[in-house]
């Protein structure tokens, strides 16, 4: 039997739509890796996981249900190993995680948290609002309605209206920013990190896609201070290049798919998932 002993649980279908099937191979895939070095890996549901006595040595988590994540910080304070943290997960619920990330510092567009019962047309014109993203703000994304891109403050109110009448009391409306889009993956405690332009190819490693050494220095850095800041291990994030060369983090993901680059991400993390292992001090014998 090996000395580490995982339970790996899967993102509920509700918290991935139109993403189920990568979602499942990605964990899927670490999961393997996992099993090559030698770990006794147990794979769960969210359901199975709320209900179960866990008792391996690491977490590996994509849920997102309340219960989960209160399972998950439990385990964590607990001192087992948790990836990723279920107070990183919480985190990445759209109202708190801009919060943090303005108190940060991280360049992130212009957002307001609202409430969907409020008119926010005269503060959003005050700022200069034109086209922006209105997305649910209070728990994580059930549908793909849960987003609307808008073209002006009028249909942005209009969305507000239809998150209220669908029980959404909370959203999140952020400036909309134009320019290249560069999608990131990364893994904080390891220091790994990808970055490409996706619109030009769909591959990470082709030469056409590859970032500029010092824009992709300034992307990785803000990506690794934004997970820092939320405390997410695995993650995925969007960024936008605009006109003027800055840089803004539009988007971060507690671990994503990884679909582009899916065998070297699960390689990666399972390297992470090893190196926390081996140095943590929690041992199976203690439970």
């Known amino acids: 039997m090996s000395d580490i002993s995982i339970a790996a649980v899967l993102r509920a279908g509700i918290f991935s739509p ?106 959003l014109r005050k700022a200069g609002f034109g086209a922006c993203w209105v997305k649910k703000g209070e728990a994580p994304l059930h549908h793909l309605e849960d987003i609307a891109r808008c073209r002006h403050v009028e249909e942005a109110q209009e969305i507000l209206h239809e998150f209220f009448f669908r029980h959404i009391s909370k959203a999140v409306v952020s400036r909309a920013v134009e320019g290249e889009k560069i999608r990131c993956y990364g893994i904080l405690s390891s220091g790994t990190f990808h970055a490409f332009l996706p619109l030009r190819t769909p591959e990470g490693d082709d030469a056409a896609n590859a970032l500029p050494p010092d824009l992709y220095g300034k992307v990785k850095d803000i990506c690794m201070k934004a997970a820092e800041v939320l405390q997410v291990d695995v993650f995925g994030a969007d960024m936008v290049l605009d006109g003027q060369g800055v840089c803004h983090l539009v988007n971060f993901d507690d671990w994503p798919s990884f679909a582009p680059i899916r065998k070297q991400a699960a390689r990666a993390i399972a390297k992470a998932v090893m190196a926390r292992a081996r140095k943590s001090s929690y041992k199976r014998k203690s439970l």
């Open 18 to 123: 139109n993403h189920i099937a990568n979602d499942a191979a990605i964990l899927h895939a670490v999961v393997a890796e996992l099993r090559k070095r030698g770990c006794d890996v147990s794979v769960y549901s969210e359901d199975e996981f709320v209900g179960a006595d866990i008792r391996e040595d690491v977490v590996l988590a994509m849920c997102r249900g309340e219960r989960a994540i209160a399972k998950l910080q439990s385990l964590e304070d607990a001192g087992r190993i948790v990836m990723n943290s279920g107070y990183g997960i919480e985190n990445c619920i759209r109202m708190i995680m801009v919060r943090l990330l303005e108190k940060a510092g991280i360049p992130i567009p212009c957002s307001f948290v609202v409430d969907t019962d409020v008119d926010v047309r005269k503060m």
